[in-house]
Structures are given as C-alpha cells and as structure tokens.
C-alpha cells in the first residue's frame, strides 16, 4: 500500500487561473461555481495552455487581496510540489514539512497534472494495535 503514486492519488478537482487575472473575477469565478467549500484551499497559477505550474495563491490571501491586484502579483512561488510517480512516503514528507491541506502534482515539465489532498495521502496509514 505505500508504493502507491501521486498520479494514484490525484484528483482533477483543483482550480488553476492565469497569473493576468484579476483577484475580484476569480473571487466571482468560484461564487458562481457551485463548489463545496472543501474542494478549494489553494487556487494554482498556471501559465498559458502548457498549464506550467507558475504559483499558489491560499484561499485566505485571495479574499484578502485588493480585487484589481492580479494573481501574479499575489501567488507565492515556487510551489512545492509532488511529480505524478513520487510515492506515499514522499508525499507523507512534503506534507509533515511544509503543513499543507493538498498538493500539487506535476509532470516532468512542471505541467499542473492535479492535486493530491492530505485524507488521501494517509488513508490506509492507520494501523490498529491490538489490546
């Protein structure tokens, strides 16, 4: 179980913009989207139709943000972030160090692929002891 991908464990429910949007459209974007508000914790800043990985902006630093200031000017970068063949004890790592609710996953050519959320990560991780 703990050979298990990142691509394993990945989902395509994230939300990525581009660095030149304004912070009050996306603000409106994801009002009128419908999701639940668990499904979104970071919104990923990708660039053009390659989807390369660019930043990462955490939900709270979006509502705060002016809504004229652009995600480019807002997102924090590098991102950290976990390649689609990194392992369960990896991902374990990435998120024990740097304390985040999910991760990003990318190809080769830091291409956003999806995300890997935390329950995932350690489902199954919990072994019972015996009375």
């Given amino acids: 179980e703990r050979e298990v991908t990142a ?3 990945m989902t395509p429910d994230f939300l990525a913009v581009g ?4 912070v009050g459209d996306v603000l409106a974007d994801i009002r009128r989207s419908g999701r639940e508000s668990d499904s979104i914790s970071y919104v990923y800043v990708v660039d ?3 989807r390369l ?3 990462v902006v955490d939900l709270r630093d979006l509502v705060l943000a002016h809504d004229d200031a652009l995600m480019g000017d807002i997102m924090v970068s590098p991102v950290v972030a976990a390649e689609a063949e990194d392992l369960r004890d990896h991902l374990q790592e990435l998120l024990a160090k740097y304390h985040y609710r999910l991760l990003p996953v990318v190809d080769s050519h830091d291409r956003l692929l999806g995300v890997v959320r935390y329950n995932e990560i350690m489902k199954g991780l919990v072994t019972k002891v015996k009375p």
């Fill in 7 to 9: 691509h394993s464990l």
């Fill in 48 to 50: 053009g139709e390659e």
């Fill in 53 to 55: 990985l660019e930043g």
């Fill in 19 to 22: 660095m030149e949007q304004r």
